[in-house]
């Protein structure tokens, strides 16, 4: 139980053009999934939480415009990388809370398999 | 702001021998969870273990076991009887919005 997954698992693209990265909870609700970006050999820096229903809450430094985030359901998240450019490559990950676990804000986190973005 | 401190950047341990990956965190928050992950090449996250702060009791999940100590704010992790799929990258995670550590890169020697 508790899978996490993404779609696409790799993406190359122009630059200039917009690319849109989906998450989705296979086997449990989640009023809330996270977006993460990591570089190479370096830890996961939060970009944005995403709550069902509501706008996202994005953390200091983190272009909403730019990066646009749309959680329609229960079990789908999805990020949208617009007018990209090279300095976008990275690789996303989501990750997503059992919202029937209890709700507890500080409860697990399901981690999809990630995505890598190259922008050419 | 919370902070997670990983020292050790890197370690390796013998196959089957123990090694202890060491955790510094900093917290306003009264009751929280604490994590470890990992992140094998693959790159996708696994879940090691978690400890709920207002359990005094040190969580074990088969090989690996943590020795959390609340007051000096300080959470390892314990991996006995190594194994070469434990190489990966851990990652000690605190608070509501997983505030994560820098990692520590682990290499399982045969």
């Known amino acids: 139980g508790a899978v996490v997954s993404q779609h696409p698992s790799w993406v190359i693209c122009k630059s200039g053009t917009s690319v849109k990265i989906e998450c989705r909870s296979l086997?449990?609700?989640?009023?809330?999934m996270f977006w993460y970006r990591q570089f190479p050999k370096q830890s996961l820096m939060l970009m944005a939480t995403?709550?069902?229903?509501?706008?996202?809450?994005?953390e200091q430094g983190v272009e909403k415009d730019k990066f646009l985030i749309n959680h329609a359901s229960l079990t789908l998240s999805t990020l949208t990388v617009t007018s990209a450019h090279p300095e976008d490559s990275s690789f996303y990950i989501c990750?997503?809370?059992?919202?029937?676990?209890?709700?507890?804000?500080?409860?697990?986190?399901?981690f999809g398999p990630g995505t890598r973005l190259t922008v050419l | 702001a919370q902070t997670v401190t990983q020292s050790q950047p890197e370690m390796s341990v013998q196959e089957a021998e123990t090694v202890t990956l060491s955790c510094t965190y900093d917290?306003?928050?009264?009751?929280?969870?604490l994590f470890w992950y990992k992140q094998p090449p693959s790159r996708q996250m696994i879940l090691v273990i978690r400890?709920?702060?207002?359990?005094?009791q040190n969580a074990t999940e088969n090989r690996f076991s943590v020795n959390f100590q609340k007051a000096a704010k300080s959470f390892s992790l314990k991996i006995s009887d190594s194994q070469l799929g434990d190489a990966a990258m851990y990652f000690c995670?605190?608070?509501?919005?997983?505030?994560f550590g820098t990692g520590t890169s682990l290499t399982v020697i045969p």
């Open positions: 086997d449990f609700q989640a009023t809330t």
């Open positions: 400890q709920e702060a207002y359990k005094q």
């Open positions: 995403s709550n069902e229903g509501s706008k996202a809450t994005y």
């Open positions: 995670i605190t608070g509501n919005q997983f505030y």
């Open positions: 990750s997503a809370r059992d919202s029937e676990r209890g709700g507890r804000e500080t409860d697990t986190q399901y």
């Open positions: 917290t306003s928050e009264s009751d929280y969870y």
